[in-house]
Each structure stands twice: as C-alpha cells, then as structure tokens.
C-alpha cells in the first residue's frame, strides 16, 4: 500500500491480472456536490445515553459525527520525517506542522505508523529502534517520539491511531544489516524471503504470538486510541516468484487447500489481535484498511463489478470474513480510483463496501487517494473537484462513516486545490467522532456555569471530559434539535488543565456546551 512509491506493488498486479493499466481509466467527469436532506430521521440525542432519540430534520452536509482521518506513513520518510538523521526538535516541528495542517481542515483523527518493518519509532524492548528516525536500524535517536505524537495529537483534539505492518519483517531482503538482536535474525525460521524483501510467515503460531505481543506492548505503555493494521498481509505477487511456506503447510495445513488455509492464518491474527487489544484496554479501536477489491464478479458473484487485483485470492485478506465475524472495529478499503474508472469504479466499489457493513456494526471510513490528485496518467484526476465529488456520493450512504486520507504530505501541497474543495464542500463545521458501542465509554457530568461575558465563553470542567462540543444558536432560541446535526456546532475544544475551560466566541446568539468522553459520548448540553 504505502511502501516506497505507494501503490506500486499493486499498480503492477492490476497490470498483471487485468490486462489494462491500474491508473488508467476512461475521462470521468467529476459530479457537481448537490445539497441533501433527510427529514424526520432519528438524530442523536445529547442527553442520557438511555434516552429515547429525538425525531429530528437533519442535513447531511453537516454530518454530526463523521470521522476525518490523515495517514502519517514514516515508511522511506514518506511523510514523517522528512528525512533521517532530524534533531529531535527538528522531528517535533515537522510533526506539530502535519497535525495543525489537519486541525486547520477539520480534522479529527491520523493514524501513524510506528512500526513500518518490524522496527519500532517508540522505545521497545522487542524491535529496534526504525532507521526512518537515524538512518541506521537500532541506533538510538536520543528520544522516545510516541509520547510526543500522541500527546500532541490529543492537545488539538485528534485521535491517535498506531498504524503497524504485520508481517514485513525488514526494508529489505539483506537481513545482515540488520542489529544482531533483530527477531528476523533470533529466529530465522520465521523468515520467508520473498522478491527483495524479507517477511514473517504467517502461517506460523509463533509468529502470530509474536506480533501480538508487538501490538499489546504498545497499547500497555501508551495512551493510543486505536490500533490500525494497513493491506500488506501475505506480499503482493512478484512475476516467477514463490512464497516459500511449504514446510509451514505441511505442518499445520490439516489437509485445507493452501489458499484457504493462508486465509485462515490471517483470520486467526486478527482476531487475536483484537482479542488481545480489548483485553488490555476496551475503549481502544482495532481496525484495518484493506485493498479495495475484495473479489471481482468474475471471480465470485458476490464480489464487485470490477476488475482489479482480488484481495481475497492475491494475497489472502478476507475482509467480509474480519467485518462479519467483528474481528475488526472499522474498515478503511484504499479506494484510490476516481469514479467511471471502469477497472476499479468508485461508485461501484464505495456502495459495495456500504452494503458489506451494513447492520454489522462495523464502520466503514472510505481511503481516499489524495496523493493520486494532479496525476496526468488518469483524465478525472486533473480535475480539482474529483475527490470531494467522492464526498458527496458517500452521502447517499448511511454506512459511510467518514474519509482517511493517503498521505499527510498532501496536506500542505494541496494538489490542485483539492483539499481545499474538499473542505470549503463537506468540512464547513467541525465534527465529532462515530460512537462505537462496544468500545464502552460514558458521557461526563454536563458542564456546570457556563458564562458569556464579551466574547469569553467559559464553563467548569467536567470530571472526565476528554473535550467540549460548543454550539451556537444565531436565533438565540435553542430547540430539542439544535445539536442533531453540525449546523450550529463551531468547535470542539480539548480539554485543558484547571478548573474552567474557555473558547473565544465570535457571534452573538445563545451558546451550548457539552461534555465529552474519549470515546466521544456526549453530555446534555448546558446553555449560557
């Protein structure tokens, strides 16, 4: 997915299993965002979560909950940092920079990668310190970076995901470069060398035990929100190469067909994965961004009426299984085409991934190409008003939960002015996050006090607030409806130390103020 020049693998492939090229596609005009409304459908209440849902006229192009995510890959310093060999102080100004680029478009969530390779960019007693941050595998960079990432994530409100990769177990296949103490050379037997890389064997128990171990060291000792697993499971095919894990299959295949039985041993890391992580901490968030095929029609008459690379049968990720078993807490499928693509459409993909979700329980949060915005090989792609088209089709789709987007250095070039468009068409206001359920959670004490005295709005803290949703109604009068969608929402403060907190309000009217958990549960609204 986002390793070296992102996509490449799979670009290749869909050349390789389709006979047509996986940027190219026919000139698809972008479609004009249109307003839509839904009226007299249940709008969240922000009183008691046990209460009844108010019967309120919602628009959809202020979603109230709507989840706004950016992809930080640290992988060949694609995004984060620049470059290796950074001063600490260097590194944390190039971070602080990506996360106010985010926070300035309303965003509310990055998922980070901290471990590109089997390595670590925090401090691990399992894996080596990455050579993204020093340039040379296990040296230490005179700081543990974690802590800084999530704590300044949390500081302007975003969400923090732990981005891993399962199973690569090096940037490259020489495992001599790498510190004598790496894993891949403790324990050469779980190492598969495949192409140019080296790769842990999924199909072996202990290497499952092993990762697992990595995600639950990491969800311990730092206060993450989510774990986030990206779409490299088994390699991605490389033309007259084999995987080589016969031994494996002769031990534990049990007589399953080889394709079914690598399926399975992805199955079994994820959920015990997920399993695992619960365990430790309930409220943090497992999820996964699959490839954007899971199967062709031609393949399966379930699958999709495309016809790229199949997740499913290339390399071994099921995620209708991971989605229907609940192993997963949210999807995130990379569908980095633009609409009437033929090969890969996504308007033929994103309702497919909606229908895949539906009554599960399981968001779905749409990968968006953002990188892929001004290349000249695919016509719809050097239109400004492509990507946030994608926007306003993902409308029509209740189980589209919000958008992450590949990758944070976009955020600054903001190619053709995309972003921009995407923003000024969908994020006008702020927007809370999706509530997960079995992620728990409670809505803190509503704030107490609230107080306007010029532009000064302030209120007491809240015991366990994580943050504060501030509404403001113009007309001054205030109805049941007034927080059911982000017409009337102007901000979502972090909570701050002390005694009260305080924003800036900047019209006049009546304000509202609620309280919310990390989880973001939300408080009835106290008014000034």
């Not at 009260?500 to 958990?517: I, S, W």
Request: with cysteine; glycine share 8%; hydrophobic share 40%.
């Amino acid at each position: 997915m986002r390793y070296g020049r992102p996509l490449l693998a799979a670009a290749a492939l869909a050349v390789l299993t389709t006979g047509a090229a996986y940027t190219f596609g026919p000139d698809a005009a972008p479609a004009r965002p249109k307003a839509a409304k839904s009226s007299a459908v249940p709008a969240e209440t922000v009183g008691s979560t046990t209460s009844a849902p108010a019967r309120c006229e919602v628009d959809a192009r202020y979603p109230k909950r709507q989840l706004r995510g950016v992809w930080i890959a640290t992988v060949k310093n694609i995004d984060w940092p620049s470059r290796t060999g950074l001063s600490p102080a260097r590194q944390q100004a190039e971070y602080v920079k990506i996360l106010d680029n985010a926070v300035k478009r309303r965003f509310n969530a990055v998922f980070v990668q901290v471990r590109p390779a089997s390595d670590a960019l925090y401090k691990s007693d399992l894996e080596p310190w990455s050579q993204y941050l020093t340039g040379t595998a296990g040296k230490d960079p005179g700081w543990d970076p974690l802590p800084f990432l999530v704590a300044e994530a949390h500081r302007r409100g975003l969400e923090f995901h732990a981005w891993f990769n399962p199973y690569r177990a090096a940037a490259d296949g020489d495992l001599s470069k790498l510190p004598a103490s790496h894993p891949a050379r403790q324990h050469p037997e779980w190492i598969v060398k495949y192409g140019d890389l080296a790769y842990y064997n999924p199909g072996l128990p202990a290497v499952r035990d092993y990762v697992t171990k990595v995600v639950k060291d990491v969800v311990t000792r730092y206060d993450v929100d989510g774990v986030h697993f990206d779409d490299y499971f088994y390699p991605y095919p490389v033309p007259g190469a084999k995987f080589a894990d016969g031994a494996a299959f002769a031990r534990y295949g049990k007589g399953a067909k080889l394709a079914d039985w690598r399926r399975a041993n992805v199955d079994k890391l994820i959920a015990q994965v997920d399993k695992t992580v619960h365990e430790v901490r309930n409220s943090v968030k497992f999820g996964i961004s699959p490839f954007g095929i899971w199967r062709n029609k031609a393949e399966d008459p379930t699958g999709s009426a495309t016809g790229g690379m199949s997740a499913y049968d290339s390399i071994y990720a099921d995620a209708r299984h991971w989605i229907k078993k609940g192993t997963v807490d949210y999807v995130i499928p990379q569908l980095y085409w633009p609409r009437e693509f033929k090969i890969a459409d996504y308007d033929v993909l994103m309702p497919w991934w909606a229908n895949e979700v539906k009554g599960t329980g399981v968001h779905l949060y749409v990968g968006q190409g953002l990188y892929r915005v001004g290349a000249t090989d695919t016509a719809a792609w050097t239109r400004p008003g492509e990507m946030s088209s994608h926007l306003t089709r993902n409308r029509k789709y209740g189980q589209v939960s919000g958008d992450v987007y590949f990758s944070a250095k976009q955020l600054s070039t903001n190619p053709l002015g995309a972003l921009d468009r995407v923003v000024k068409d969908h994020y006008g206001r702020p927007a809370l996050l999706p509530l997960m359920k079995d992620r728990g959670g409670q809505a803190p004490a509503k704030p107490a006090d609230v107080r306007l005295q010029g532009t000064a709005l302030s209120w007491k803290s809240s015991p366990d607030a994580r943050s504060y949703a501030v509404y403001r109604i113009a007309s001054g009068k205030p109805g049941e409806c007034a927080t059911a969608d982000a017409r009337n929402l102007v901000a979502v403060v972090p909570a701050a130390a002390g005694d009260r907190q305080a924003f800036t309000a900047t019209g006049g009217g009546t304000y509202l103020v609620t309280a919310l958990d990390r989880l973001q549960n939300e408080s009835a609204p106290s008014r000034t």
